[in-house]
Nanobody, 115 residues
Framework: QVHLVEFGGGLVQAGGSLRLSCAAS????????MGWYRQAPGNQRELVAT??????TTTYANSVKGRFTISRDKNMVYLQMNSLKPEDTAVYYC??????????WGQGTQVTVSS
């Protein structure tokens, strides 16, 4: 069992920055991938960014490339979000994945970007 807790959401003006953090605890050995997803009202949950455990592989949604940066440190994963836009408004969820059938979600943290 893995427990994920996110920190760092909030309200920011367009063009501003936020840093999200996620702490993983429990049976974390064997996690292959950690990352961030988001879900805006009326939309499906979508990938924002992921990073492999060894840090060699990162994936970003096209909409955030060049603005967001994912990083990891042991059982922490971070998302630095710069040049935020109103369309980045969503609940952001941390994800830890052992394989395609075994993964965990955090409770989510709200990010609101005002225009």
């Amino acid at each position: 069992q893995v427990h994920l807790v996110e920190f760092g959401g909030g309200l920011v003006q367009a063009g501003g920055s936020l840093r999200l953090s996620c702490a993983a605890s429990g049976t974390t050995a064997g996690i292959n991938l950690m990352g961030w997803y988001r879900q805006a009202p009326g939309n499906q949950r979508e990938l924002v960014a992921t990073m492999s455990t060894n840090g060699r592989t990162t994936t970003y949604a096209n909409s955030v490339k060049g603005r967001f940066t994912i990083s990891r440190d042991k059982n922490m994963v971070y998302l630095q979000m710069n040049s935020l836009k109103p369309e980045d408004t969503a609940v952001y969820y941390c994800n830890a994945r052992f394989n395609t059938a075994n993964y965990y979600w955090g409770q989510g943290t709200q990010v609101t970007v005002s225009s």
